[in-house]
């Protein structure tokens, strides 16, 4: 698949140039190839040329795809909503998670994953703009919310995540083309947000920004994200 090839390639010369200009937080950026609603061939395309990092939001569907790939060597990032009768699997499967918003279901993934494995690599999911109907807790709970999962074993919590408004306001149907300013605004109280975080936490784990998708992943790396998670740019529309 030689199309998946070069919108890597092309995605990741834009990453290459746009961090070394500001990678405000250190890390080399992760992409996160979001694979959802794709089939098994398009991420075996992917990493046939490298790509390590994957995303999955639907539990059944994500360990399905791990299991038939069987590939040690890929990363797998859960970034969907989680009930918690899905958290054993999720604790079992995956890698890292970006979608924590209640303590409930960070203290159940600690539970239940295992000791044998390197510890589960935590996002908390900001409601950054506030939108009561979405997912996400809210900026004001979440160094708290960060505190508490900090002090939970086997979770290793790396940082926080965003999704800007306009994009929730689709309810979840994302477009390529979107408002880049309403994004940035967004952005730019995320990065602030984190690093309140940083300070008051005192967490040198604690350093990833996950914020950016195909449509402003640019305006997002600008705004000083180190992990992106991109899917149409790269596999192109999603199955339904
Ligand atoms: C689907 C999804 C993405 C990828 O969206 P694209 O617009 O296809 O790049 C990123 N993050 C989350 C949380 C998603 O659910």
Known sequence: MIDIETKIAAINAQIQKLSTKKNLLGNPVILVAVSKKQPVSAIRSASAIGQKHFGENYVQEAVAKIREIDDKSLIWHFMGAIQSNKTVVIAEHFDWVHSIDRLKIARRLSEQRSTEKSPLNIL?????????????????????????????????????????????????????????????????????????????????????????????????????????????????????
């Open 124 to 240: 908390i999911q900001v409601n950054i703009d506030a939108d009561s109907a979405k997912a996400g807790v809210t900026p004001e709970a979440s160094i708290d919310l960060a505190r508490e999962i900090h002090a939970l074993p086997n979770l290793c919590l790396r940082g926080f995540m965003a999704l800007p408004a306009n994009k929730l306001a689709q309810g979840g149907k994302f477009s390529i083309k979107q408002d880049e300013s309403l994004s940035r605004q967004s952005f730019t109280k995320m990065y602030s947000l984190f690093k309140n975080a940083q300070a008051a936490l005192n967490n040198e784990s604690f350093n990833y920004l996950s914020m950016g998708m195909s449509g402003d992943f640019v305006v997002a790396l600008e705004e000083g994200a180190n992990i992106v998670r991109i899917g149409t740019a790269i596999f192109g529309p999603r199955s339904s």
